[in-house]
């Protein structure tokens, strides 16, 4: 019940900026402000995009969550400049900040009450498992293998 409010309200405040940005600038200059904000948004965000990625090759086991973290901050900035308006621009430019990105991993560890980790399937710098965790020793064996079993020779009938 609370989400149908809260985008209510969000929608309400989108509105009023737009009415108040153009009662400022005008209609043209509202569209053209809503534009332009659009996509100077998302070069930033794909800006800041080739860096995380660049980022997350180098992250080491620690850093991995945060690397993860601003991955999903920078595709939620992404989605708030494609979306037109003045406020979802705001919120994306925050998003951009990367002391606002931080301030806010903290904040959903607070009210998680756990610490994010990224879990690997295998193969990660401590052999697979949880990045951050210290170090096990692990056996890897590497081998190769020739199926030797027949093939199938189809169905047979029952002798009589």
Do not use: H
Not at 129 to 142: K, L
């Amino acid at each position: 019940m609370r989400l149908p409010l809260f985008l209510i309200a969000y929608l309400l405040a989108e509105i009023a900026a737009f009415a108040w940005v153009g009662e400022k600038v005008g209609v043209l200059g509202t569209v053209a402000l809503v534009v332009l904000s659009t996509i100077v948004g998302l070069w930033l965000v794909q800006r800041q995009g080739l860096d995380a990625l660049r980022k997350v090759a180098r992250a080491t086991p620690g850093e991995a969550p945060v690397v993860a973290w601003d991955g999903l901050c920078l595709a939620t900035a992404g989605v708030l400049f494609a979306v037109p308006g003045f406020i979802s621009d705001l919120a994306g430019i925050a998003l951009l900040v990367p002391p606002v990105r931080r301030a806010l991993l903290g904040q959903a560890q607070r009210l998680s009450g756990t610490r994010f980790t990224v879990r690997t399937a295998g193969g990660g710098m401590n052999g697979g498992g949880t990045y951050g965790s210290p170090a096990r020793p692990t056996t890897v064996i590497d081998g190769d293998f020739v199926d030797v079993t027949k093939p199938d020779q189809g169905p047979t009938l029952p002798k009589e």
